[in-house]
């Protein structure tokens, strides 16, 4: 099973269009730190994902796990919010397989680091190349509409135009 760790903004995104379940489905479990856990169940409470994340962790899918390098955490938090300094650096200290973080911030830090990593965006275009989800088109259009999430129009095209659609 790859090794997987989140920031919050994939979860809560994927949550608000109904897909978090992705996740569980396309990795088995995934890994939070706890400054993702405080930002999407604690402090959102109500909102989307806060219930979604807490049931997964409760039946053991998500995972929350304390980050030990502290000094690199204090470095990226000089950069970054809370939750996407300690999912960097959990996934530097565990090796992780994938990062899920959708930030532009955080991403250039996470590719400094030589961490693969992915977002919202490439989650929905694996599932639909592996028949996950029937149509990448009204995903990202939910995600658009209903999620609130921003894709610029350049990469919204070539994600249909990579699945074929």
Known sequence: MPKVV??????????????LALLREMFGAIIIPPAVWQEVVIEGKGRAGAEEVRIGQNTGWI???NVANEPLMRILKRELDNGEAEAIALAVEMEADLLLIDEADG???????????TGVVG???????????????QELDA????????????LYQKALEVVGE
């Open 6 to 19: 989140s920031d919050s903004s994939t979860l809560i995104h994927l949550a608000r269009i109904g897909r």
């Open 107 to 117: 991403r250039r830090i996470a590719t400094l680091y030589d961490l693969p990593k």
């Open 143 to 154: 995600l658009r509409e209903d999620g609130g999430f921003w894709i610029a129009e350049a």
């Open 63 to 65: 995972q929350v796990v």
């Open 123 to 137: 989650i929905l275009m694996r599932a639909r190349l592996d028949g996950r989800i029937e149509s990448l088109r």
